[in-house]
Nanobody, 124 residues
Framework: QVQLQVSGGGPVQAGDSLRLSCSAS????????IGWFRQAPGKERIFVAA????????YYSPFVRDRFTISRDIAGKSVHLQMTDLKPEDTAVYSC?????????????????WGRGTQVTVSS
């Protein structure tokens, strides 16, 4: 059973950069997808980015494309979310998740395993 450990959140200023990391214990198979979602206060959880563990294909939400980069470290069994030019509207709890079946990466129901989220707070 895969378990996820998230790290890297915190308070930052608008325009700053921050890197989130998601470390996995257990075996990650090539067809798994690792995703990042976020939930702002009073709002639904939404898709941010995802990466296919085997081939490395990446997927982004339109509101983070060109600012966020998702990458995988196969040896370290971890996935990173590099966030640049952060905006106050990026403030949210960011969660890492794993899809163990080949489903659409942008959809929350595709994912079965969730790590504890990390708070990112961007002040103007």
């Amino acid at each position: 059973q895969v378990q996820l450990q998230v790290s890297g959140g915190g308070p930052v200023q608008a325009g700053d950069s921050l890197r989130l990391s998601c470390s996995a214990s257990g075996r990650l198979l090539n067809y798994y997808t690792i995703g990042w979602f976020r939930q702002a206060p009073g709002k639904e959880r939404i898709f941010v980015a995802a990466v296919k563990w085997g081939g490395g294909d990446t997927y982004y939400s339109p509101f983070v494309r060109d600012r966020f980069t998702i990458s995988r470290d196969i040896a370290g069994k971890s996935v990173h979310l590099q966030m640049t030019d952060l905006k106050p509207e990026d403030t949210a709890v960011y969660s890492c998740t794993v899809a163990v079946e080949d489903k659409r990466p942008q959809l929350e129901y595709s994912y079965e395993i969730w790590g504890r989220g990390t708070q990112v707070t961007v002040s103007s």
